[in-house]
């Protein structure tokens, strides 16, 4: 992994202004705050009423417990909703295997994301949720748990909070960290950046998504020495038990088996044009092929099965549980919830949101964890999986295949039914390569934290 050192320095003399700015900026959102406390007490309990917040550990959100604390070290990480919560977990998990004497809290804010995660953490973990950044939630909510350190996952950065655990002494690190142009805009205005600046210089660690992130926490003062680069925690991929299994899909194995089968996964409007014309052309040379078609919103299945029987091809649409047959050279999947499930059937998978300007590309990695080979289409259009991409050519150029459009992957798909050995080869590529990736982020992140924070919060 590469790291950036950069350095951008502010003049000596804002750098001794700053500070006075910031604490009066800092003291009128405490008041603030503060003053605003029963009316946030109040809004609290109508989104209980409206179903937002949990029904019964609501209280939590005011820093009142719910489980007592165990004695001794505790880490508390904390998410704001699901995506965040979900990169933390393979962290968690890590520090659970190598730190089995640091009890852990676990905190996200929105009600949805407790729903799923709470199933999801390894048991010993405790679960709360985030207090409101009003003092007396905070105040209590540290005094109660009193943490060693905070990381956090890509959030929110309340003042509140923030202050709170410097003047306890808790250190504190921010994973995944980025900060949106919006907020950045926000953020450098004469009011916040002062504000900003003081938080960040709170943190023993910021480990920012890429090098544009880092230079703009740079921007907002974030000290250099404090900055350093993991990857991102999103690319990480959890193998959970029930890896081999395939649940609902289980009809599909048998009448899959003897067919040479491809899938084009995640079509977006327009692109099941290119899939088609070049399952049409697969069909003269492979009369035992099996297209797989899942779109990339399922109302759009209809549609394309229908268009695809009146030019005479034999289609199966899933939703109306239509049987994959001998004769079926179309199947749509055109359900929801599992996608990860059909990867397992199928040795090659091309992802699309890749094939038209303006997509922004899909993830790459369910399809490379299951194994199958892997194609995207080419550079502009991959959009915001571009990095995902690139980091796993640089481990394996094999493992995910970029084609430019319609001519390319069928080119390239012909080779892979033509040639055993080349097809498994990017097989093998794709899940190597996704398994390093994944285990090298946490691996990294951990280095991190044992370097930047742990090192000074647990002596
Ligand atoms: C990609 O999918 C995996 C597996 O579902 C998930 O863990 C990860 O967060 C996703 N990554 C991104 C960048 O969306
Ligand atoms: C970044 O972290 C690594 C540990 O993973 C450490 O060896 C390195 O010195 C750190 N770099 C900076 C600039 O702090």
Known sequence: ??????????????????????????????ALTYGVSPLVYLHLRWRKIRGREHPLRWPERLGRPSVSRPPGPLIWFHAVSLGEGMAAIPVIKHCRRLRPDLHILMTTTTYSAFEVIKNRLPSGVIYQFCPLDIPVAV??????????????????????????????GIALGLLNARVSTKSFKQWSGPLFRPLISLLLSKFSLIAPLSTLQAIRFQLLEASPFTINFSGDLKYVHEYDESEGDIGSIEDLKASLAHRQVWMASSIHRGEEKVMLAVHKVLMQKNPNLVTIIVPRHPQHGKEIAQKLQKEGEVVALRSRHEKLMPRTNVYVVDTLGEL??????????????????????????????AGCAVLTGDCPHIGYYSNMVSAMQRLNPKSVLQVSGKSELEEALSQLFSDARVLEAQQMAAKQAFCALSSGIVANVWNLLNFHVFRRALC
């Open 340 to 369: 990860r499930q059909l990867y397992k059937l199928t040795p090659i998978a091309v992802i699309g949101g890749s094939f038209l300007p303006g997509l922004a590309g899909h993830n790459i990695s369910e399809a490379a964890a």
């Open 1 to 30: 992994m590469e790291r950036y050192q950069l350095t951008i320095r502010l003049p000596m003399v804002m750098v001794m202004v700053m500070p006075m700015g910031a604490a009066i900026v800092y003291k009128l959102y405490r």
């Open 139 to 168: 105040d209590a909510f540290l005094g109660y748990w009193k943490p060693s350190a905070i990381i956090i996952i890509e959030g929110e950065l309340w003042p509140n909070l923030i202050m709170g655990a410097s003047k306890h």
